[in-house]
């Protein structure tokens, strides 16, 4: 049972557009999701986190928006650029205190290729 | 920042040895770490919660005989897959965090068993 889905395994967009990776869930428990980047051969690298205390959080190219009556979160990435060519992957947890020993459920990810 | 480090990033072995993977923090204590596993076009899959100190707490369906973990300190975390078959070729990811930032991952195993 996949509890984070991410439902378009691929994203191509133009150089200076507006990339956007959706994520849904369904486990009502969780509360706190976040935004890992992945290159080939790489550990994620995190991006960007939302409590479910908020429905957007922004830094700097990228903001997160959370949907909670939809269980659904968005990454927003502008304007793109072609070194966020990566696999984009939504992860989630339900500890609630957002501290790091927490175990996350990850989504299977997005491919975004971002061209020239 | 904190960083996490994996090692070997990549091992070939043959069907029936065993094999250790190495976590390490770098700059931070870690009291847990985590350790994942993906297979080609999927999710990363957790396997199990590494505790220092302590056993550690397997995910449902992993086999905490096939899959040792050793957590002795608090920098160190190990994996051992122990005969290894071919079904366990997967890429394997360990993680950790200082409680003042997310989770850190290492750059992951990339295991073959012919």
């Known amino acids: 049972d996949q509890q984070v889905k991410q439902n378009s395994p691929s994203l191509s967009v133009q150089e200076g557009r507006i990339s956007i990776l959706n994520c849904d869930y369904t486990?009502?428990?969780?509360?706190?999701f976040l935004w890992y980047k992945k290159y080939p051969a790489e550990g994620p690298t995190f991006l960007i986190s939302?409590?479910?205390?908020?429905d957007k959080n922004e830094d700097g190219r990228f903001t997160v928006f959370l949907n909670k009556s939809a269980k659904h979160l968005s990454l927003h990435i502008v304007p793109s650029q072609p070194g966020d060519s990566a696999v984009y992957f939504c992860?989630?947890?339900?500890?609630?205190?957002?501290?790091?020993?927490?175990?996350?459920?990850f989504g299977k990810g997005t491919l975004l290729t971002v061209n020239p | 920042g904190a960083v996490v480090s994996q090692h070997p990033s990549w091992v070939i072995c043959k069907s029936g040895t065993s094999v250790k993977i190495e976590c390490r923090s770098l700059d931070f204590q870690a009291t847990t770490m985590f350790w994942y596993r993906q297979f080609p076009k999927q999710s990363l899959m957790l396997m199990a919660t590494?505790?220092?100190?302590?056993?550690?707490?397997?995910e449902q369906g992993v086999e905490k005989d096939k899959f040792l973990i050793n957590h002795a300190s608090l920098t160190l975390s190990t994996l051992t897959v122990t005969s290894a078959h071919p079904e366990d070729s997967s890429f394997y990811i360990c993680s950790a965090g200082d409680n003042n930032s997310p989770l850190h991952f290492g750059n992951g195993t990339r295991l073959t068993v012919t």
């Open positions: 992860a989630a947890t339900d500890s609630g205190s957002g501290g790091s020993n927490y175990k996350l459920t």
């Open positions: 486990n009502s428990m969780f509360d706190y």
């Open positions: 939302i409590s479910s205390i908020k």
């Open positions: 590494s505790n220092e100190g302590s056993k550690a707490t397997y």
